[in-house]
């Protein structure tokens, strides 16, 4: 065929040449999330946040669904809890070795529990441990959630280097009566220091602000000391999927070696960018984030990360 012919005329050094791209680090992640076959988030935001910073990442789907339950019905659900120790087993007979380990939502206790021993396998003394505690938003935890799955989320979380809640999650985990705000920074510093006082090293809060028309995510490095803020301006409505969409820009931060603070104003920055969009191109934000256009952007920062902390 023409197409072949073409290539048969081209060098053989072009196909036979290994090329390693400028800046390029190695980082892998096991990403453990449901996924949605449309609505995006969890795996389906994931997946392609973290390829673009650069990170090699494998799933392991703790559920299947047609759409996400927010503002959606008569959605299929694929329960995968008796597949998650049987896969991850066989990850470790084939020598699976993780740089992080990153979990969202859970469908129930008991994969909780299971969550817990696969970070037990794969965690060795460099792996950073991200934990999402998908619970709830607005105040209220999701109708999914048990008293039981609540207290197993807290003792999760205390096993994390880092832990990403909503400010809703935080107050649960916390004991704290939920304040839907404004806040003051001396709350939103004494919510991110209980967080760490749980076991992680550090915290990001998303949610929070401190006066009308502004909204954003703050962070706090227990072996820093230093809570930081970073708010932009508020676009009103509910956007699914962003929270995933912010904690996987996050965690692409900091494996590419970005401090906490740089990588939290980037992912912020990223999300509302999203959020931007969404809101101006999207007339049904219940099929998730317009992400996708702003890839290059992200990519173009992680470039920068790995030039500025090699």
Same mark, same amino acid.
């Given at each position: 065929?023409?197409?072949?012919?073409?290539?048969?005329?081209?060098?053989?050094?072009?196909?036979?040449?290994?090329?390693?791209?400028?800046?390029?680090?190695?980082?892998?992640?096991?990403?453990?999330?449901?996924?949605?076959?449309?609505?995006?988030?969890?795996?389906?935001?994931?997946?392609?946040?973290?390829?673009?910073?650069?990170?090699?990442?494998?799933?392991?789907?703790?559920?299947?669904?047609?759409?996400?339950?927010?503002?959606?019905?008569?959605? =299929?659900?694929?329960? $995968?809890?008796?597949?998650? !120790?049987?896969? *991850?087993?066989?990850?470790? /007979? %084939? +020598?699976?070795?993780?740089?992080?380990?990153?979990?969202?939502?859970?469908?129930?206790?008991?994969?909780?529990?299971?969550?817990?021993?696969?970070?037990?396998?794969?965690?060795?003394?460099?792996?950073?441990?991200?934990?999402?505690?998908?619970?709830?938003?607005?105040?209220?935890?999701?109708?999914?959630?048990?008293?039981?799955?609540?207290?197993?989320?807290?003792?999760?979380?205390?096993?994390?280097?880092?832990?990403?809640?909503?400010?809703?999650?935080?107050?649960?985990?916390?004991?704290?009566?939920?304040?839907?705000?404004?806040?003051?920074?001396?709350?939103?510093?004494?919510?991110?220091?209980?967080?760490?006082?749980?076991?992680?090293?550090?915290?990001?809060? =998303?949610?929070?602000? $401190?006066?009308?028309?502004? !909204?954003?995510? *703050?962070?706090?490095?227990? /072996? %820093? +000391?230093?809570?930081?803020?970073?708010?932009?301006?508020?676009?009103?409505?509910?956007?699914?999927?962003?929270?995933?969409?912010?904690?996987?820009?996050?965690?692409?931060?900091?494996?590419?070696?970005?401090?906490?603070?740089?990588?939290?104003?980037?992912?912020?920055?990223?999300?509302?960018?999203?959020?931007?969009?969404?809101?101006?191109?999207?007339?049904?934000?219940?099929?998730?984030?317009?992400?996708?256009?702003?890839?290059?952007?992200?990519?173009?920062?992680?470039?920068?990360?790995?030039?500025?902390?090699?």
């Amino acid at each position: 065929s023409t197409v072949l012919h073409l290539f048969q005329q081209l060098p053989i050094e072009i196909f036979t040449k290994k090329v390693i791209p400028m800046n390029y680090r190695e980082m892998s992640c096991l990403a453990i999330h449901d996924i949605s076959g449309v609505g995006k988030c969890s795996l389906t935001v994931a997946l392609p946040v973290l390829s673009c910073c650069g990170v090699e990442t494998s799933v392991l789907p703790t559920a299947v669904l047609s759409t996400h339950t927010g503002g959606f019905t008569g959605f =299929t659900y694929r329960d $995968l809890t008796d597949d998650l !120790l049987p896969m *991850a087993e066989h990850w470790k /007979q %084939v +020598g699976c070795r993780f740089q992080s380990l990153y979990s969202g939502f859970l469908g129930s206790a008991g994969q909780i529990g299971l969550v817990e021993q696969i970070f037990d396998w794969f965690r060795e003394e460099n792996t950073l441990v991200m934990v999402d505690p998908v619970m709830g938003d607005g105040g209220k935890l999701y109708k999914t959630y048990t008293p039981e799955m609540a207290s197993g989320m807290a003792r999760l979380c205390g096993r994390a280097d880092i832990v990403v809640p909503n400010m809703t999650e935080a107050c649960h985990l916390l004991g704290r009566p939920y304040n839907p705000g404004p806040y003051t920074q001396g709350e939103i510093e004494e919510i991110l220091q209980g967080l760490c006082a749980m076991g992680p090293k550090m915290a990001v809060l =998303t949610g929070v602000w $401190l006066q009308k028309g502004a !909204l954003g995510t *703050a962070c706090y490095d227990s /072996q %820093v +000391g230093e809570a930081k803020l970073f708010l932009t301006d508020r676009i009103e409505g509910f956007y699914h999927g962003t929270g995933d969409l912010f904690a996987s820009a996050l965690l692409g931060g900091l494996l590419n070696g970005a401090p906490l603070k740089e990588a939290c104003a980037l992912a912020t920055e990223f999300t509302w960018r999203t959020i931007e969009t969404t809101f101006e191109k999207s007339p049904d934000h219940r099929f998730g984030p317009k992400f996708e256009c702003h890839l290059p952007w992200l990519g173009e920062k992680m470039e920068e990360l790995r030039k500025n902390h090699p």
